[in-house]
């Protein structure tokens, strides 16, 4: 086999699906595209907006940015009150922490320098312990009675405020955006039966959101059992750790997890280990 070599492959994701399925054809898989959410705003900016005035008034001492799109977010309910060159000068005046790559982009195109980097796979685990060597290594950062705002995405992360909580820091969460299910479930309720019938080779997640949301609709349609084992049957690929914890809540171990937490090395490392990864699966699955 060469790559996925015609083999179906699942991809939940919503904003780059078109640019997935291009990724599962060139390495030879069939794509079946069912995009599994959809972002929206929160109907209400009041804790954004509650943010930046508390921000501009010097009420913080450290800003965590865990996501991209949460930080454009936050800038664009800034600026209905405050000019983007009042906001950035007052994040300039903190310690700013961003997650990922992604924060860190939107960050620097306003000339703002993160205060650390977190390394791969950039889950909260990395965030924490890269704030640890932080308190650890430099007399001027601290989280004993620091005022934290964390910038939260999709829903919060209990373990994350907690490990801020614990080690002394108030922390005030920033939601900005949510996520709901796509205004057309109609091809997700298609993948969920192929699912059950076990006509999918392989799945790709790429965000837990798609777990969850995947779980729920089969769940509505009373296939939730069924779909478990056609998961079971096939290639199950989480783009990281974050993404495998929310599979494994529901009963499903992720077969990969890519070297880097990027789609492009998602798709690739799943070619390259379908042809092994099937033969072991089904063969385990035969003989359970």
């Excluded at 929160?42 to 996501?67: P, Y």
């Excluded at 000068?89 to 650390?116: H, M, N």
Aim: positive net charge; aromatic residues 6%.
């Amino acid at each position: 086999m060469n790559g996925f070599s015609g083999l179906r492959v699942l991809a939940l994701e919503s904003r780059r699906a078109q640019e997935l399925a291009k990724l599962v054809s060139n390495y030879g898989g069939d794509p079946v595209v069912a995009p599994a959410m959809r972002e929206v705003p929160l109907d209400s900016n009041t804790e954004a907006l509650s943010f930046a005035e508390a921000l501009l008034a010097g009420k913080f001492d450290i800003v965590v940015f865990l996501t991209g799109v949460g930080t454009r977010a936050v800038l664009s309910v800034a600026e209905t009150r405050y000019s983007r060159e009042e906001f950035v000068a007052a994040l300039q005046r903190v310690k700013v922490v961003p997650r990922g790559p992604k924060p860190i982009a939107v960050l620097r195109e306003l000339g703002i320098t993160p205060s650390l980097t977190v390394p791969e796979p950039n889950t909260w685990r990395e965030l924490l312990q890269t704030l640890d060597q932080a308190v650890n290594s430099s007399p001027d950062f601290r989280l004993r009675g620091a005022r934290i705002a964390l910038q939260e995405y999709g829903v919060s992360n209990p373990e994350l405020i907690a490990g801020l909580t614990e080690r002394g820091g108030m922390v005030t969460r920033v939601p900005v955006y949510q996520w709901a299910l796509p205004h057309d479930v109609a091809p997700l309720q298609s993948a969920i039966k192929e699912l059950a019938a076990g006509k999918i080779d392989a799945v790709l997640f790429t965000t837990g959101v798609q777990v969850a949301h995947l779980f729920q609709v089969a769940a509505e349609m009373k296939l939730e059992e069924a779909m478990r084992q056609g998961l079971r049957r096939a290639i199950v690929a989480s783009i990281g750790p974050t993404t495998s914890e929310e599979l494994q809540r529901k009963g499903i171990r992720p077969d990969l997890e890519p070297s880097h937490p990027k789609m492009g090395f998602l798709v690739k490392e799943t070619a390259e280990q379908a042809a092994a990864l099937l033969s072991k699966k089904r063969q385990g699955t035969a003989s359970a």
